[in-house]
Nanobody
Framework: VQLVESGGGLVQAGDSLRLWCLAS????????MGWFRQAPGKDREFVAA??????????DYADSVKGRFTISRVRANDTMYLQMNSLQPEDTAVYYC?????????????????WGQGAQVTVSS
């Protein structure tokens, strides 16, 4: 399974960007998916996650992005999105999408088996 991110770029503080992640395999939308990011010199950190289960859609966000970022997905085309509003310089990082085929929502990178190549997001002040 391949995951491909798109939508990164260079923006100014306060601007918005939308990232998307396309899975190469049909049916992958049944799995939990997430976004992580890694800034230069820092560890990879959790951004947001989304999952479907019997009770509906579940989402989770890192405290640093709550109220600014929105994760969503369209199951019909196996695409996941990350809408990022009110971007700040501290949001500058490479953003990775990830998927796991076992288990539900998770903020732990080790729980995800599949990763995209990353998309650079740079926010200038």
């Amino acid at each position: 399974v391949q995951l491909v991110e798109s939508g990164g770029g260079l923006v100014q503080a306060g601007d918005s960007l939308r990232l998307w992640c396309l899975a190469s395999e049909r049916g992958f939308s049944n799995y939990a998916m997430g976004w992580f990011r890694q800034a230069p010199g820092k560890d990879r950190e959790f951004v947001a996650a989304i999952n479907w289960n019997w009770s509906g859609v579940s989402v989770d966000y890192a405290d640093s992005v709550k109220g600014r970022f929105t994760i969503s997905r369209v199951r019909a085309n196996d695409t996941m999105y990350l809408q990022m509003n009110s971007l700040q310089p501290e949001d500058t990082a490479v953003y990775y999408c990830a998927a796991r085929d076992v288990g539900g929502l998770s903020s732990t990178s080790d729980d995800y088996a599949y990763w995209g190549q990353g998309a650079q997001v740079t926010v200038s002040s």
